[in-house]
């Protein structure tokens, strides 16, 4: 294994499917096209690495660290639970049925990337670039989304019971139908949101700027 | 919000206007740190303020009661609002000539609020707040440490928004002692009749005392068990001061008041073609907001410093530490690819990328705007992006024409731009998460 990550790191090797990196020290490096296909990357250190284009679909990255990564990537229904990917680029990447849970995503950048079945519950997203990702049915549920950009984001039938928006960035969101039972919207602001049956519930709506 | 509040009044007198207001979160910490810098710009300003203040109870007041007796000496009048509280009417500021306390009903819903308004004839600025109540604290309650208590509000150095609120301040003092409000009047016209002859205080000053307070406060609350949540809100209003100062410079240009906005899209379209990382175009994203603050002072000396002369009104972003590599590349905004330009003389590559692209845009901007004016929109695009053409590879990198020339082609086809204006309070999105350079970065 000692060989094989000195030649990962040597930009030797482009193809491990399925190999078992667990807790591997890989920050900083050009990983990109890289495939890693259902790898076992638990708790490995990606941070500060090019992972662009790169095959991550159905690999394991729980609790694996990729602060700061470029993660334009294929992650199709990899565990990213408890992952910290503070500051990573995620533009247009593949989270389709991701497994996100209690991530740490603040200040990363998620416009453009596909969360259809992903599952972001208590995830932090914080100071998060969202804008004008497509969310439907996404479970958002106890996530921390404080001072998110979510312009324009497709957050219809979404579940938001709990969680945090307070400064959020919801100007022209389409929140039809989402429920956001219990969540915190202090200083939010919607103008120009679509609030079609949405569940409000106990929600806090102190100071929110609401126009359509 | 509260029924019959200033911030209540205030918000619904602009509620139909195209700028209503944009209210944020602020920890108790921070409001103390912005007052403090906001009160002791009185101390260095070039003119005496009336300063309206409202402390929710008398005992918040007798706390800060000898700064303002400082305050009161620079001041040409000082309005104290408070929920009376014992020795309130007895500290020796309370009976200054130019002190005035009004001692609100408990039931009077000014009694929730926190407000410092500042009205001098070179220096405008308030923090316009209120407390959350116990209900809206949710399931963890108010909490027990005195500076993490919330309010939600607003702060500005914006004339207008001072002069409209003072207005409602003096018609809610009215309602308890008339003869002041008559008083506070008489202020307020001659306040109006001195500001057309006297300079305005430096901004850049008043900014970056602000930002030096909030940096200070950050230091001193580290032992704090959730001192995070307070940092990030402190760091917050660090940002948004600067995002202040931009907006300003935005309102007082009627010709072209969203060029921050609309050279921050056409940058980050600029970034995206030319597939930069999301760190890059999130730098590229703030400098653009903030780029006028150089452009403010392009025509003066520079100094010689022995390494790189440098734009003084960029230097001010240079007193948040996370700000550092706007200020970069803000100070680089006027040097051309022919190494030509100004502060530093930097050529071709040596000027940093951002500089090189929000240099450009903002070029481009300006001229399209200004040309739309007596243009079409298709006549105004292409007229703009010839000007531009001609100084490629004078003032221009080639490359960066040829990306901008694709862009052009598209507004001419109908793409339009995602330009909103920024949500003041929430501009933490735009931060760089702070770090040393990690990983593959430059």
């Avoid at chain 1, 482009?14 to 259902?38: F, I, R, S, T, V």
């Avoid at chain 1, 958002?140 to 938001?160: E, K």
């Amino acid at each position: 294994m000692t060989d094989s990550i000195a030649a990962i790191r040597e930009g030797k090797i482009k193809q491990l499917p399925g190999a078992n990196l667990e807790d591997e020290d890989l920050a900083g490096l050009d990983l990109a096209e890289m495939n890693l296909a259902g790898a076992n990357l638990v708790g490995a250190d990606f941070s500060g690495s090019k992972l662009e284009r790169s095959r991550l679909e159905g690999a394991n990255l729980l609790g694996s660290r990729l602060h700061g990564a470029d993660l334009r990537a294929n992650l199709l229904g990899a565990n990213l639970m408890q992952a910290d990917m503070t500051a990573a680029d995620l533009r247009g990447s593949n989270l389709r049925g991701a497994n996100l849970m209690g991530a740490k995503l603040s200040q990363s950048a998620i416009a453009g990337a596909f969360l259809s079945g992903a599952n972001l519950m208590s995830a932090n997203l914080q100071g998060a670039d969202l804008r004008g990702v497509d969310l439907r049915g996404v479970n958002l549920s106890n996530a921390n989304l404080q001072g998110a950009n979510l312009t324009q984001a497709d957050l219809r039938g979404a579940l938001l019971n709990e969680a945090n928006l307070e400064e959020a960035d919801l100007r022209g969101a389409n929140l039809a139908g989402a429920n956001l039972s219990g969540a915190n919207l202090l200083c939010a602001e919607l103008d120009g949101a679509n609030l079609a049956g949405v569940n409000l519930a106990g929600a806090c709506l102190l100071g929110t700027v609401v126009k359509q | 919000m509260l029924e019959g509040s200033i911030l209540q009044q205030l918000e619904s007198a602009l509620e139909n206007t195209n700028r209503p207001l944009n209210l944020g979160v602020y920890y108790k910490n921070t409001l103390v740190a912005l007052c403090h810098a906001l009160e002791d710009c009185i101390l260095a300003a070039g003119s005496q303020p009336l300063v309206i203040t409202a402390f929710q109870r008398g005992k918040w007041y007798l706390q800060e009661a000898e700064r303002y007796h400082d305050l009161a000496q620079k001041s040409r009048h000082v309005v104290i609002m408070a929920a009376p509280d014992t020795g309130f009417a007895d500290h020796p500021t309370s009976k200054l000539p130019n002190v005035d306390l009004v001692a609100l009903n408990s039931q009077d819903p000014v009694a929730q609020e926190w407000h410092l308004i500042i009205l001098a004839p070179s220096y405008t600025a308030m923090v316009l707040c209120q407390e959350l109540s116990e209900a809206d604290y949710g399931v963890g309650g108010r909490p027990t440490a005195d500076l993490e208590r919330k309010f939600y509000g607003f702060w500005t150095f914006e004339p207008a928004r001072v002069e409209k609120t003072i207005e409602l301040a003096i018609a809610h003092i009215n309602t308890y002692n008339p003869e002041l409000a008559q008083q506070l009047n008489s202020h307020v016209q001659a306040i109006a009749q001195e500001a057309s002859q006297v300079e305005p205080d430096d901004l850049n000053a008043i900014v970056s005392r602000v930002v030096d307070y909030l940096q200070t406060s950050e230091y001193s609350i580290k032992q704090i068990e959730h001192h995070q949540v307070l940092d990030s809100n402190l760091v917050s209003n660090e940002l948004q001061a600067f995002l202040r100062l931009g907006q300003l410079i935005d309102l007082a240009d009627t010709g072209n008041p969203l060029a921050a906005a609309e050279v921050a899209a056409i940058a980050e379209i600029m970034g995206q073609l030319l597939n930069l990382p999301a760190w890059q175009i999130k730098r590229l994203r703030l400098a653009s907001l903030l780029h006028r603050i150089a452009l403010q002072s392009v025509n003066v000396q520079y100094g010689e410093a022995p390494s790189c002369p440098l734009v003084p009104a960029a230097q001010v972003l240079r007193t948040m530490p996370r700000l550092s590599a706007i200020a970069q590349i803000i100070n680089h905004l006027s040097e051309r690819w022919d190494g030509s330009g100004q502060p530093a003389g930097l050529s071709g590559e040596a000027i940093p990328l951002e500089s090189r692209i929000v240099g450009l845009v903002a070029d481009f901007q300006q001229r399209f705007t200004h040309l739309s004016q007596s243009h079409t929109k298709e006549e105004a695009l292409s007229t703009a992006f010839a000007q531009c053409q001609q100084e490629q590879g004078k003032a221009w990198e080639p490359k960066l024409v040829d990306t901008l020339e694709l862009l052009a082609r598209g507004m001419q086809q109908g793409l339009t731009l995602p330009v909103s204006p920024t949500k003041i309070s929430s501009g933490m999105w735009l931060i760089d998460e702070e770090r040393g350079e990690v990983g593959m970065r430059k």
